[in-house]
Structures are given as structure tokens and as C-alpha cells.
């Protein structure tokens, strides 16, 4: 029944690690988006994907990297991890909004990453 | 440039009474759509309520009522009747279709505690 599921919960990692978090929604939805949320809890918008397409990147270090297999899936790829990346991420989901009529976002439960 | 501004890092209320959480913004773009969040200490994101600029009542859902002051730039939350389930922190954002109608914005966040 969950809506927007992430896998891990936590993830813990070295330095100079890759990894990836991956991120379903079962909602129907076609823009979907990842967010961070830092150690002061600001959540700042990494991507979002609308039918396959990259329409946001919000200077976001190319260490980082959404992959959509699908509509229904966005994973997030992380390179050569650093001690700056902990934070929690999130993925969330929405039908696309348009011009007075914008949509609310889903989220999924987050994912908690500790850079050791 | 859009600008979230949450200025109560942290709030105490009464169980049973009423609060108001403060949003204010700033945009240029006479469209876009404001929200408000919860997020409680499981770290989950809950979609609360949205105000359209362009919608002339205020919005409401149980409890919550959204407080639109167009001409003060604000969205102001108020929690009716709280409960003890209502501590958690709370996020006003905002999209806009200038900056991308499915981007969100974010606050800082107030942290709202409840007492019994």
C-alpha cells in the first residue's frame, strides 16, 4: 500500500564510496523528485523528472546523478561520497502542475546517509 | 527570486487550544501555490494544506486552516483543538510558475511542541 517507498532506511558509508538510493511510487504519478534535508532541516530540491526528463537541477554537485528506468521509479546515484553528503534524502512524487493549479508532492520516509 | 520565511523557530500550545504558525513569502510571479507540511520525529513528510494564489477563500482540512493574506505576502497555519500527535515540525513552501511550477521551496521549519 506505500506510496512513495525509498530503499535503504540508513546507509552508512567511506568516504569515497558510490551508492544508490532507490526510490518507487505507486501513485500514478509523472514528476518525481529528490530532495535534501540537511542537519538544521532545510530541505532543498536536488531533481525532479517529468516522463523521463531532467527538468530541474539545482547546482547539485554532477557527483550526484537521477536515473529513471521508468515512470514509476527514480533512483539517486552517488559518487566518490563526502563527509558533506550526510544528510537525509528524500523522494517524492506528484502529478505535473501547471499554471494555477499546482500539485502537492508525496514523500517517501526518507533515507538517513552518514558519511564516515 | 522566491524566499520561504518562517520566523518562530519553535512554539509551545496548550492541548486543546488553538496556533497559529507564521509563512511569509516573497515572489514576483502573480501564480504559484503554497503548502505547509508536517514532519514529525519519525522524519516523514505529511502534506497538510494548499492555498492557490488565485483562490479567493481560504483554504481548510479539519483541523488546519490556512490564514491567506495576499496583499502581507503570508500563509499562515493555524492548528484548531491541538493534540499531543500535533508535535512535530512544520514546513511552509512554496511553487511558483516562474521558477518551474513543480519546484518547492522550502522554510526553515518552526518546531511546534504540545503540551498536555
Known amino acids: 500500500d506505500t506510496a512513495v517507498s525509498q530503499t535503504p532506511k540508513y546507509l552508512v558509508t567511506q568516504m569515497g564510496n558510490d551508492k544508490s538510493i532507490k526510490c518507487e511510487q505507486n501513485?500514478?504519478?509523472?514528476?518525481m523528485y529528490w530532495y535534501k534535508q540537511d542537519s538544521k532541516k532545510f530541505l532543498k530540491i536536488m531533481f525532479s523528472y517529468n516522463n523521463k526528463e531532467l527538468i530541474i537541477n539545482e547546482t547539485v554537485p554532477n557527483r550526484f546523478s537521477p536515473k529513471s528506468p521508468d515512470k514509476a521509479h527514480l533512483n539517486l546515484h552517488i559518487n566518490s561520497l563526502e563527509l558533506g553528503d550526510s544528510a537525509v534524502y528524500f523522494c517524492a512524487s506528484s502529478q505535473d502542475s501547471a499554471a494555477g493549479d499546482y500539485n502537492e508532492q508525496f514523500f517517501g520516509p526518507g533515507t538517513r546517509l552518514t558519511v564516515l | 527570486a522566491q524566499k520561504i520565511t518562517q520566523t518562530q523557530p519553535g512554539m509551545f500550545v496548550q492541548e486543546k487550544e488553538a496556533v497559529t504558525l507564521d509563512c511569509t513569502y516573497d515572489?514576483?510571479?502573480?501564480?504559484?501555490?503554497l503548502f505547509w507540511y508536517k514532519q514529525p520525529s519519525s522524519g516523514e513528510m505529511i502534506f497538510l494544506i494548499y492555498q492557490g494564489s488565485y483562490d479567493q477563500q481560504n483554504a481548510t482540512e479539519g483541523r488546519y486552516s490556512l490564514n491567506f493574506q495576499k496583499a502581507r505576502k503570508s500563509a499562515n497555519l493555524v492548528i484548531s483543538a491541538s493534540q499531543l500527535g500535533d508535535s512535530a515540525m512544520y514546513f511552509c513552501a512554496m511553487s511558483s510558475l516562474q521558477t518551474g511550477a513543480n519546484n518547492l521551496f522550502f522554510g526553515t521549519g518552526t518546531r511546534l511542541t504540545v503540551i498536555p
Open positions: 501513485l500514478g504519478h509523472d514528476t
Open positions: 515572489t514576483s510571479d502573480p501564480s504559484y501555490g
